[in-house]
């Protein structure tokens, strides 16, 4: 009798639960935390590495978590940083900018201009 009061009460308990109670949209394993998409890519943190990586509006990684540091993408492009330094990647993870720079900064008031630093050296790009 028990057993059928229980599978009663789950029955009802499922029944009733509101549809957006549980939100299975991105369900990833090992990862920290992840941030909102630009240029339908989001920018995650993989715990076990410790490394930053991009995922795809689908919930699996796009690029792989292969970063020190990653910044989210505006038209097409991302400030990333390596062990050899930062560069500029597209949304495939190619390198439009191989990562050799100290620094790289985006200019906030015109979209494609980069301050970039190269060991004390400063240009723009």
């Not at 009061?5 to 992840?34: E, R, W």
């Amino acid at each position: 009798m028990t057993t059928k009061f229980s599978f009663v009460l789950m029955l009802l308990a499922i029944i009733f639960l509101p549809a957006n109670a549980i939100d299975y949209k991105y369900a990833l394993f090992g990862v920290d935390t992840y941030e909102e998409f630009h240029d339908g890519l989001a920018k995650y943190y993989d715990t076990e590495n410790k490394l930053y990586g991009y995922i795809g509006t689908n919930g699996k990684p796009a690029i792989a978590s292969q970063f020190i540091k990653a910044d989210n993408f505006f038209n097409g492009q991302a400030i990333v940083k390596t062990p050899t330094g930062e560069g500029i990647i597209n949304t495939q993870g190619q390198f439009l900018l191989q990562p050799n720079y100290s620094s790289i900064k985006a200019e906030e008031d015109i979209p494609g201009l980069y301050i970039i630093e190269r060991w004390g050296q400063r240009s723009v790009l």
